[in-house]
């Protein structure tokens, strides 16, 4: 029996990313708080908590291959991750206004009975339009920005945000899809 796919994760976007791919998968994410605490870079900071969503939900999996991922948003070397309250969230977009910045995404994927894993990241350059407070307040009616890192998403209204992406697309969104693929098919996990 092939071993099942399992997403160390509760982000709906990387469901929906998965899904699209028509990849069959099962959920288990693990309580497993994100380290922002701690001197990485944005690369080691996003694999450090890949990683260690990926090992808690493999020790009660073994049997499964595990996907886990993190992302983040950085400007000017300074990271940002979810915004702790909308007063935050609105300091973030008027930081990010007008400017470019990175968003880094670590995938881990590993299969403990079966010892053996693989990792990678993957980093996009986001422009932003300049954006005025009332243009702030009116993305923010829409979108819910606690859950996203750097206060907003790429999908869905970020057009109205955003004015262009150098890089991969999906990753900006949570999963950058092209090398997922190619990392999960190594693993003999393919799209149905």
Do not use: W
Request: hydrophobic share 45%.
């Amino acid at each position: 029996m092939r071993p099942t796919l399992l997403l160390a994760s509760n982000s709906p976007r990387r469901r929906e990313l998965l899904l699209e791919a028509r990849f069959k998968f099962e959920i288990f994410a693990p309580k497993i708080g994100e380290r922002f605490d701690v001197d990485l870079t944005l690369r080691e900071l996003t694999a450090l908590n890949a990683i260690r969503k990926a090992t808690a939900a493999a020790r009660l999996h073994p049997k499964n291959i595990v996907l886990a991922a993190d992302t983040l948003v950085a400007i000017d070397d300074l990271v940002l991750g979810k915004p702790k309250d909308k007063n935050e969230a609105v300091a973030m977009l008027e930081q990010l206004s007008g400017r470019a910045h990175e968003v880094c995404t670590s995938v881990f994927i590993c299969h403990l009975e079966n010892p053996r894993a693989t990792s990678f990241y993957e980093i996009s350059r986001v422009y932003f339009r300049r954006l005025s407070r009332p243009a702030i307040d009116n993305y923010f009616a829409r979108v819910n920005p606690l859950d996203k890192a750097g206060a907003y998403a790429a999908q869905g209204f970020g057009k109205e945000i955003i004015d262009r992406i150098d890089g991969s697309y999906t990753n900006v969104v949570g999963l950058p899809m092209e090398r997922t693929t190619a990392a999960l098919a190594d693993f003999g996990i393919e799209p149905k």
